[in-house]
C-alpha cells in the first residue's frame, strides 16, 4: 500500500485542530507537546496531525511552521493556503485528475483505491479520503494568492489619506456657492464703476 497520502487515523479531529491553530500563536516548533498542552489534542491518534502537516507542507521536517502555515492563520489567505497544501500533499491525486476537489466522495474513493492498491472499503482508503474532504472545507481553489495581495494592497492604498489638505478638498469637490450684496456708491463718474467691477473680478471672480 502506498504511505504517500497523508491521513489522520479519526479524520473528523483535523477540522478541529486546525481551528485552534488559526487561534494559537506560532510556535517555534510545532511539537507532541504543542499538540497536546497549548491545543488540547493530547490523544496518540491526533499526534498523527504531525505527519500529515508535514507531507502537506504546513511544517519543515523539524517541526518549524512554514510560511504556508503562516499563510493559513492568515483570514485572507487561509482558503488558498489549504488548496496549496493539499495539492502538495496528495500530489499523487492531482497527477491523476488535476481537478480532484471536485471529485465526489465515491470517485474521490476509487482514485485513493487505484493508488493505494487497496478494496474501496479498506479502513486505510476510508481515513485517506475522510481526511481530505475534511481538510477541503478550508480550502479555495478559486482564488489565486496574488489577487488576494493585490486587493489588500488596494484597500491599504483606499485607507490612506493624502497629507496635503488642500489636495483634500480637491478630491472631495465641494460645489460651494455664494451671494455678494455689493451697495455701489452715487457718482456720476463711469470710472468709478469700472475700477469697481474690475477689482471684483480679479480678486473674487477669477479661479
Not at 476537489?101 to 492498491?117: C, F, H, N, W, Y
Request: aromatic residues 10%; charged residues 25%.
Amino acid at each position: 500500500m502506498s504511505t504517500n497520502l497523508p491521513y489522520i487515523p479519526t479524520p473528523g479531529v483535523l477540522p478541529k485542530i486546525l481551528n485552534k491553530i488559526c487561534e494559537a500563536t506560532v510556535p517555534e516548533s510545532f511539537n507532541a507537546d504543542f499538540l497536546g498542552t497549548k491545543l488540547g489534542f493530547p490523544g496518540g491518534n491526533q499526534r498523527a496531525f504531525i505527519s500529515w502537516a508535514k507531507k502537506c507542507t504546513f511544517l519543515n521536517s523539524d517541526g518549524t511552521p512554514t510560511q504556508l502555515y503562516k499563510d493559513f492563520r492568515n483570514p485572507n489567505y487561509r482558503g488558498t493556503a489549504m488548496a496549496e497544501a493539499l495539492k502538495k500533499g496528495y500530489s499523487e491525486i492531482y497527477v491523476r485528475n488535476e481537478y480532484a476537489q471536485d471529485l465526489s466522495r465515491a470517485e474521490l474513493t476509487k482514485v485513493v483505491s487505484e493508488i493505494t492498491g487497496s478494496p474501496h472499503d479498506n479502513s486505510t482508503v476510508k481515513v485517506i479520503v475522510g481526511t481530505y474532504i475534511f481538510a477541503k472545507e478550508f480550502a479555495d481553489f478559486e482564488t489565486k494568492k496574488e489577487n488576494v495581495a493585490v486587493k489588500e494592497e488596494q484597500i491599504k492604498q483606499e485607507r490612506t489619506l493624502p497629507d496635503d489638505s488642500t489636495k483634500t478638498i480637491k478630491k472631495l469637490n465641494l460645489g460651494l456657492s455664494y451671494t455678494i450684496n455689493l451697495v455701489l456708491p452715487k457718482t456720476d463718474d463711469p470710472a468709478i464703476y469700472s475700477a469697481i467691477f474690475k477689482s471684483l473680478k480679479e480678486n473674487l471672480l477669477d479661479d
